[in-house]
């Protein structure tokens, strides 16, 4: 199987503290992982790495079998249009409408300018999310979790190859939860996308998750498909699954 | 190398504010220019700043006429009140003041926009998906800055002149026809011409410190004030320091 994302030994700091000590991880076509780890341990920082926002200190970094550390600028470039990446906090463009963040998103990575086609595609999108109706508002007028549902809609709406989702799901309902994590699921089926999940919703990670990875003070410290972490002895491990 | 700390950061901050300066041209002429985002941009920064500017201009010219006037009348020489405020608003007061005002609204409204956008990770977000922030944000703002500031001058001075008019009529009878043909009577191109020029530079500063301030701000909440805030107090020293330097260049080409 292809490798799309590949780390090995990846290393990073922030001054003098110690965020990344040693990241092993392999990607593979159409695999879905889930990452676990407590808040502040350095998820996020190390999808960032991913798309050479943030670069390591140390190790090796292949996206799609380039080094991401020593890519140029046009490459670079080109890598990010095939990766989608879901903000924490959403990053919608708030001096646009919906209708326009969707936009954006089209017309700069695909190059879309057909404006019927861009509907179209914006329609679709939204009704998938449960959003249909919100599609001139400000996303200042949107309610957290709508906004939460709008930036994956934005994140996917450019049918990435890989998803690097940082928490999809926090602060929605369950209900709402279970119904994103199951479009999720639906799209890496649909498209066979790769993506990263990084989640503290153990129902996210049942229904999305392959291969599911547990990080502690800048390691994966275990990993296993969700039913074997489940039944796993580690006490850390546990901790998660109570 | 042993530089004291502060020498050290000053020096950093240049490099960084070159280098940002520099990677603002590059992507100049890059291709694929947001005309959208640069019209959007010059509606935003010229129309929405046309009120504060006609209101300061005319204010402005009032008042300096109503200062004038007893000082010149005591020589006799109230007939020439209109043509020394016209000279004066349009070679100096009236570039500096309107770029003043552009200052504390524009650079601190843009300075305040990039760095929550900052903050927010919308520029990261665009970023990421392949758009180029620079291009986008940063060209469209500076670029709309440059050609607006000159217009909001030019329309603060004729502000300066009705308000003029109006002070002049205060304790005289002048008709606008005489009060106009006084005023430009003395006006030349070399008056008119530097001033102009001038204000395409402020326009620039004020455009380029915003976004600089905005762009580079930290990613802590209370950076979205700290940059609004510095990027007031930069531009304001900017638009004093490249007047400075304008007068003197003026002094040396044109009227001599
Ligand atoms: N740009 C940065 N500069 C300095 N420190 C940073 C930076 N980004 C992250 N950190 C630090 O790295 C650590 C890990 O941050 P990260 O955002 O990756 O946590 P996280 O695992 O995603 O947590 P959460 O689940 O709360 O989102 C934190 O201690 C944070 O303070
Ligand atoms: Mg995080």
Known sequence: ?242 | MNLSPSLNNFLEKTGEQANFFTSFVRNIFKGGFEWNEFLRQCYVIGYKSLGIVAVTGFVLGFVFTLQSLPTLKEFGAQGYVPSMVCISVIREIGPVITGLICAGKIASSIGAELGSMNVTEQIDSMEISGANPVQYLVVTRILACTCMIPLLTLFADAMSLAGGYIGVNTSTNMSMQLYFIKSVQTLYFSDFFPAVIKTIFFGLAIGFVGCYKGYTSNKGTESVGLAANSAVVAASVWIIILDAIAVQLTSVFVYN
């Open chain 1, 1 to 242: 199987m292809e490798n799309v994302i590949e780390i090995k030994g990846v290393k990073k700091n922030f001054g003098e503290k110690t965020v990344l000590k040693n990241i092993n991880l392999t990607v593979t076509k159409g695999e879905n992982i889930v990452v676990l780890g407590k808040s502040g341990q350095g998820k996020s920082v190390m999808i960032k790495c991913i798309v050479g926002m943030i670069l390591p200190d140390e190790g090796s970094l292949k996206v799609f079998g380039d080094e991401v550390c020593s890519m140029s600028e046009d490459t670079l470039k080109a890598m990010r249009t095939r990766i989608g990446f879901l903000f924490q906090g959403g990053a919608l463009y708030d001096s646009m409408t919906v209708r326009e963040n969707l936009a954006f998103a089209l017309q700069r990575v695909l190059k879309i300018t057909d404006e019927n086609d861009i509907e179209n595609r914006s329609k679709e999108v939204l009704e998938a999310v449960g959003l249909s109706e919100v599609i001139d508002k400000m996303p200042s007028d949107l309610s957290g979790g709508m906004r939460k549902r709008m930036a994956l809609a934005r994140t996917l709406i450019v049918k990435p190859e890989v998803i690097l989702y940082d928490e999809p799901t926090t602060g929605l309902d369950t209900i709402t939860s279970k119904e994103i994590s199951q479009l999720m699921l639906e799209i890496h089926e649909k498209y066979k996308t790769s993506s990263i999940i990084i989640t503290h919703d153990m129902q996210c990670a049942r229904i999305t998750g392959g291969r599911v990875m547990v990080l502690n003070e800048g390691e994966f410290i275990a990993e296993g498909t969700y039913t074997e972490l489940e039944n796993c002895n580690d006490e850390f491990v546990k901790l998660f699954f109570k």
